[in-house]
């Protein structure tokens, strides 16, 4: 079983994503009940044409969580336009302690996936929050970030996005770090298929993605769910799938406490294992900044 806590449009979306591809059966908790059993409904009456017999709840009782595999947040204020993740740092902060004591009261066996912004931040305060082990607490991090850099890999050379294989790591905001040198079509680099100018352009649309879709339609939604679905079948299936996750250090990378996307095996455990990869000094100094970044709004977090 599923729980998703927030029922907002990515929280919603996700529930439905999961059903869709036949995942799982899902709890959708809500401070505002009605909300969460109209959206429940909804997706209810949509099982037929989707072929799904599992099932779909509605609620405002935490207790509802008991029992399930995987805890999903998503709750908590979105980012507006001109709003950076870290604007919503401290208004979030507060949301997230108070539902991860609710997950640890019901729910103490789970893996536990942070969604909410600044996700990087979050995961970090869940991690301590929890007192779970750091395998079964991670956050959604850049695996959104890669599915926007593999598209822009994919529009630029006009070709399918499905022989596309990208990473990104670091912060998921704008000091996040698409790995070119790892980046991909069909085991060929992109370095040998693109200019200097024409990946940087990529870099540069990889960064700003996620504000370009806020600034033109307030908010993003359809490919964050998409990343929650992926991620919950990567655990509840086994699968064992390598992604870049929101994840504890503990000396991985020469960095500790803090947690920020690197590549991880993410299965059935929830953080299977952490992948060091060796980075070009110049990326390296990059995921520096990145990481520099997160400690810094940590701090002012904690001060």
């Known amino acids: 079983m599923i729980t998703i806590i927030g029922a907002g449009r990515v929280g919603s979306a996700a529930a439905f994503s999961i059903l869709r591809y036949r995942i799982g059966d899902v709890v959708l908790i809500d401070i505002f009940e009605n909300l969460a059993k109209g959206e429940a409904l909804d997706m209810m009456q949509t ?29 908590g204020e979105a980012r507006k336009p001109g709003m950076t993740r870290i604007d919503l740092m401290n208004k979030n902060a507060k ?30 305060i869940a991690y301590k929050e929890s007192g779970f082990e750091r ?36 912060e998921h905001g704008d000091s996040m770090v698409p790995l070119v040198e790892y980046a991909a079509v069909s085991g060929i680099p992109i370095i040998s298929l ?39 079948d990567a655990i509840l299936r086994g699968r064992n799938r390598l992604m870049g996750v929101s994840t504890y250090l503990q000396g991985e990378y020469g960095f500790s406490d803090i947690a920020i996307g690197v590549p991880v095996v ?24 990145s990481v520099s970044t997160i400690k810094e709004a940590i701090k002012e977090l904690q001060e």
């Open 47 to 75: 099982a037929p044409a989707i072929e799904f017999d599992g099932k779909i709840k509605g609620t405002n009782d935490f207790g509802e969580m008991e029992g399930s595999d995987l805890v999903i947040v998503t709750a």
């Open 95 to 124: 949301t997230v302690k108070s539902l991860v004591r609710e997950v640890v009261r019901y729910a103490p066996e789970c893996k536990l996936m942070i969604v909410t912004n600044p996700v990087d931040v979050m995961t970090y």
């Open 135 to 170: 395998k079964r607490v991670f956050g959604m991090g850049n695996v959104l970030d890669t599915l926007r850099f593999r598209s822009y890999i994919a529009l630029e050379l006009n070709i399918s996005r499905e022989d596309v294989r990208a990473l990104v790591i670091g």
């Open 194 to 232: 693109l200019s200097k100018a024409q990946i940087d352009k990529i870099v540069d649309l990889t960064i700003s993605s996620g504000v370009d879709v806020i600034r033109l339609k307030g908010s993003t939604t359809h490919a964050p769910a998409a990343v929650i679905a992926i991620m919950a």
């Open 266 to 289: 993410l299965g059935k455990n929830g953080v299977e294992r952490i992948l060091e990869l060796k980075l070009m000094p110049e990326t390296m100094k990059h995921f520096e900044k």
